[in-house]
Every structure is written in C-alpha cells, then in structure tokens.
C-alpha cells in the first residue's frame, strides 16, 4: 500500500521557516517524481513545488521562488520543502504528492497524495 505521510506543519510568525517532510513507502521513490500543493480557506489547490527523480530538475510556483527549495532524499525515501520568509498569504494546508516518471504541476497528474499538514502564517 503506498503512502505519503507529511509533518513539519505548524504555526510560525510571518518572516519565519519551516520545514515541511513527507516520507513515502508502498512505492520505488525513486522513479517517481515528487510534488507538494498547499490548499487554503476557500480556494482551489495551487501548485507550490515539484523535484524530480534524481533531483536535476525543480520547479516552483512564481509566488513562492526565491522562498520556498524543494529537496529528496532518495536513500530516506522522503521528500522536503523548506519555507523561508513565510507570509500569511502562505497559510494553507500542504499537501504531498508522487507521480510516476517526470516532472507534473497539474493536481490532476498526480498518482498518489497525502493528507496534508496545516501551514498557519501568523501576521
């Protein structure tokens, strides 16, 4: 059975980090790549990152480049995301996903998700 289990969320000042993991089993981690979208109150899930297989090839929403890094950890079978200078407008729940082979933002590309970890930005 595959699973995708977050942590790391929780309730920080806005200017602050933290560090999101999600550790994957049920699947070979390295052929798939990974992703994380975060859903707030009232809005659509958005794509905030993706890394994929081997790590060559990142991608981030442009509301959060230059913020947000994206990393794996292929031996631990996890997948990070480190949040740097977090604003409110970040609170959200984060959601980790996998998608076989290559690089995806669409939500609907995703093979498989994880619950979710709560994101509070505090202003």
């Known amino acids: 059975q595959v699973q995708l289990l977050e942590s790391g969320g929780g309730l920080v000042q806005a200017g602050g980090s933290l560090r999101l993991s999600c550790a994957v089993s049920?699947?070979?981690?390295?052929?798939?790549?990974m992703d994380w979208f975060r859903q707030a109150p009232g809005r659509e899930r958005e794509f905030v990152a993706a890394?994929?297989?081997?790590?060559?090839?990142?991608t981030y929403a442009d509301s959060v480049k230059g913020r947000f890094a994206v990393s794996r950890d292929n031996a631990k079978n996890t997948v990070y995301l480190r949040m740097n200078s977090l604003k409110p407008e970040d609170t959200a729940v984060y959601y980790c996903?996998?998608?076989?082979?290559?690089?995806?933002?669409?939500?609907?590309?995703?093979?498989?998700w994880g619950k979710g970890t709560l994101v509070t930005v505090s202003s």
């Open positions: 049920g699947l070979t981690f390295s052929s798939y790549a």
């Open positions: 890394i994929s297989r081997y790590s060559r090839y990142t």
């Open positions: 996903a996998t998608r076989f082979s290559t690089i995806a933002t669409s939500p609907y590309d995703m093979d498989y």
